[in-house]
T-cell receptor, first 113, second 112 residues
Framework: GDSVTQMEGPVTLSEEAFLTINCTYTATGYPSLFWYVQYPGEGLQLLLK?????DKGSNKGFEATYRKETTSFHLEKGSVQVSDSAVYFCALNPGQGAQKLVFGQGTRLTINP | SQTIHQWPATLVQPVGSPLSLECTVE??????LYWYRQAAGRGLQLLFYSVGIGQISSEVPQNLSASRPQDRQFILSSKKLLLSDSGFYLC???????????FGEGSWLTVV
């Protein structure tokens, strides 16, 4: 079945460091790919998405490119801030039936000042 | 614009007591609706989804049930809670023609 594998955390960086959180997927069809962010004690917020190969999603300085050849959707940010501390989830939507998301396990990110 | 609300935000219930979590979506019609659970230190698990009034699909066998009495209302229930039901419950919706799923604020349930 469809699955998402995320870089294991936790990840701890200093402010202004470069961030990469790896995400790879397995899917039988042509899924859409998503990154969600969960701040402490809150629900999930959609961070960015890409619906087809080579699409780049971007938001709040974060970027991820849909790479079909490597089945990856890595999240990057050039200069992280303390306020980026959160849990990040990679997810795919197979695009068939009831549009159900398949999530990775989540990566906890902590940014130190 | 569309909004989603769920309540209560926090709940502490004794083992064996009933549960009712409610979720409503505004600004859209005939959405797909979902209940997810996030246990402590673990990922997200899809519990139920619904594509229309009265249509409920269960993803995992468990002590919980879901109902959709109105187009934009989704309810998660239990007759008798177990300790293992503790967790963070998230309601979510997707438009009929869209593939993007949006989440509510979540409800923390602690069973004691």
């Amino acid at each position: 079945g469809d699955s998402v594998t995320q870089m294991e955390g936790p990840v701890t960086l200093s402010e202004e460091a470069f961030l990469t959180i790896n995400c790879t997927y397995t899917a039988t069809g042509y899924p859409s790919l998503f990154w969600y962010v969960q701040y402490p004690g809150e629900g999930l917020q959609l961070l960015l998405k890409a619906t087809k190969a080579d699409d780049k999603g971007s938001n709040k300085g974060f970027e991820a490119t849909y790479r079909k050849e490597t089945t990856s959707f890595h999240l990057e940010k050039g200069s992280v801030q303390v306020s980026d501390s959160a849990v990040y989830f990679c997810a795919l939507n197979p695009g068939q039936g009831a549009q159900k998301l398949v999530f990775g396990q989540g990566t906890r990110l902590t940014i130190n000042p | 614009s569309q909004t989603i609300h769920q309540w209560p935000a926090t709940l502490v219930q004794p083992v064996g007591s009933p549960l009712s979590l409610e979720c409503t979506v505004e600004g859209t019609s005939n959405p797909n609706l979902y209940w997810y659970r996030q246990a402590a230190g673990r990922g997200l698990q899809l519990l139920f989804y619904s594509v229309g009034i009265g249509q409920i699909s269960s993803e995992v066998p468990q002590n919980l049930s879901a109902s959709r009495p109105q187009d934009r209302q989704f309810i998660l229930s239990s007759k008798k809670l177990l300790l293992s039901d503790s967790g963070f419950y998230l309601c979510a919706w997707a438009g009929e023609s869209g593939n993007t799923i949006y989440f509510g604020e979540g409800s923390w349930l602690t069973v004691v």
